[in-house]
């Protein structure tokens, strides 16, 4: 892609991506962002843009993969039913899979417990050359631990070390790691699907419709549905304490899948664009080899030719 191909695709998709880029340069407020915006598209338009970001990325994806420098970590949260694991399914569809490495973390294990809480994401991290998914995160830590308080006891922290000033500590050093691994590489985007709790009703509603959907729903959904308010600030300020332009958040608007989708893809394929990747040159050495074997492949053709 040349220079002025990438600058109109940057153009092109803007408007999908400047109103949701959360960087910590600004005041943040998580009720200024409308759950139901669909960026004055339709959803016909809207999955015509999905279809085109699609091949951009499988695209970006082989010189990424190629080029072997560069890293893509992309974090996923949202409350349940918010729709993570179908747009990462849907915007990956038709990637190769050897680049990518999907993680979806779910309740920490004893094993996992017996570590500090950035560990299990941390040995996960994408290789240069791949995207790495995360389907939750270390957010979690941030995020559930700090709803559930009990939950804090399990990871057997020296009880002194339990303060006030825990998750305060805790968005510190997130943002530090987040920082260093930037510094190596690896390039940080945080999705935060932000659903509508009306919405959130109707999808439940619809799973329990659908025998083939039941086998996602708990009673416990209905039960931390009930916390909805408190899930709802604790994210305002994981976004706010937590943004920053090395790893800033998107706060995408959820209620309309389809969109939430356009903007997801024109985010990851807007960034991977910003990194001018190239497949690599061979060097003069390679391209007379290449000469010597292209002789002698064609010198095989001929020779079956003559034998036949």
């Not at 959360?22 to 009720?31: A, E, N, R, T, Y």
């Not at 990956?92 to 899979?97: C, H, L, W």
Request: charged share 30%.
């Amino acid at each position: 892609m040349n220079r002025n191909s990438s600058r109109s695709l940057v153009t092109e998709l803007d408007r999908f991506i400047s109103p949701f880029r959360v960087d910590g340069s600004g005041k943040f407020h998580l009720k200024a962002h409308k759950t139901d915006a669909r960026g004055g598209l339709d959803k016909e338009e809207g999955e015509r843009i999905i279809d085109a970001n699609r091949k951009r990325l499988s695209d970006f994806q082989e010189k990424l993969y190629a080029q072997d420098r560069w890293s893509l970590l992309l974090i996923f949260q949202g409350m349940d039913a918010s729709g993570k694991d179908s747009a990462i399914k849907a915007i990956f569809e038709g990637v190769n899979p050897q680049g990518c490495q999907v993680y979806s973390f779910k309740q920490p294990t004893s094993h996992e417990l017996d570590h500090d809480f950035l560990w299990r994401c941390m040995i996960a991290l994408p290789e240069r050359g791949r995207i790495g998914i995360f389907n939750r995160s270390y957010y979690e830590e941030c995020l559930v631990t700090r709803v559930h308080p009990h939950l804090l006891e399990l990871e057997k922290i020296p009880h002194k070390l339990v303060t006030k000033n825990i998750w305060r500590e805790r968005f510190e050093d997130i943002s530090a790691v987040e920082r260093y691994l930037s510094r190596n590489g690896t390039v940080i985007l945080k999705f935060f699907l932000n659903l509508s709790r009306e919405e959130q009703r109707q999808r439940f509603l619809d799973r329990l419709e659908d025998p083939s959907r039941q086998w996602k729903f708990s009673m416990n959904d209905v039960s931390e549905r009930a916390l909805w308010p408190r899930y709802q600030a604790v994210y305002q300020d994981i976004v706010r304490h937590t943004s920053t332009p090395a790893a800033p958040w998107y706060v995408v608007p959820a209620d309309h899948k389809w969109f939430a989708r356009v903007v997801i893809g024109s985010v990851i394929v807007s960034t991977l664009d910003g990194l001018n990747l190239q497949y690599p040159r061979a060097d003069k050495a390679s391209l007379r080899e290449f000469k010597t074997v292209r002789k002698a492949l064609e010198h095989e053709r001929k020779g079956r030719a003559r034998a036949g």
